[in-house]
């Protein structure tokens, strides 16, 4: 069993990655695939975290509480309200213009690098497709709460 001292460490790193994470993508107007997966996982991890440790707040400290509420606030506030639609937007503006260059192509024949070239905006266009559910599901989760 991990005692409160390791308990209180690790949620403080985990909410500072979070930290992290969301100036990251509060600064940035672009940000990849990989960068939106790993920002969105640890806001699970920590709103999982914070979770756990409130059904035990009694037992907790002081500082681990002020963390907990500190951590719910940097989500909802910072993440929720303000990050999560902007990736949202950004993702089907993506898919839109993906589907249109897709579609625009020619319908005749086309040389190799021209079926290179879709085959790789296909792949983006399944990535950002895959992605975008992914966020919406997090969507529908914070909307059922």
Same mark, same amino acid.
């Given at each position: 069993m991990s005692s409160?001292?390791?308990v209180?460490?690790?949620f403080v790193s985990e909410s500072q990655k979070l930290q992290n994470l969301?100036? *990251?993508a509060n600064n940035k107007t672009d940000m990849n695939i990989h960068e939106i997966v790993e920002t969105y996982y640890q806001v699970m991890n920590v709103s999982s975290m914070v979770t756990m440790l409130k059904q035990q707040a009694g037992f907790e400290p002081k500082e681990l509480l002020e963390k907990i509420h500190e951590s719910e606030n940097l989500i909802s506030e910072k993440f929720d309200s303000? *990050?999560?639609p902007k990736i949202l937007q950004k993702?089907?503006?993506t898919i839109q213009e993906l589907t249109k260059n897709l579609q625009s192509g020619n319908f005749g024949?086309?040389?190799k690098e021209q079926i290179e070239s879709d085959a790789r905006l296909f792949e983006e266009l399944r990535q950002n497709m895959s992605t975008k559910e992914f966020v919406e599901q997090y969507e529908f989760g914070i909307t059922h709460d």
């Open positions: 409160p001292d390791d209180f460490s690790m969301i100036d *990251i303000t *990050i999560h993702l089907s503006v024949e086309k040389s």
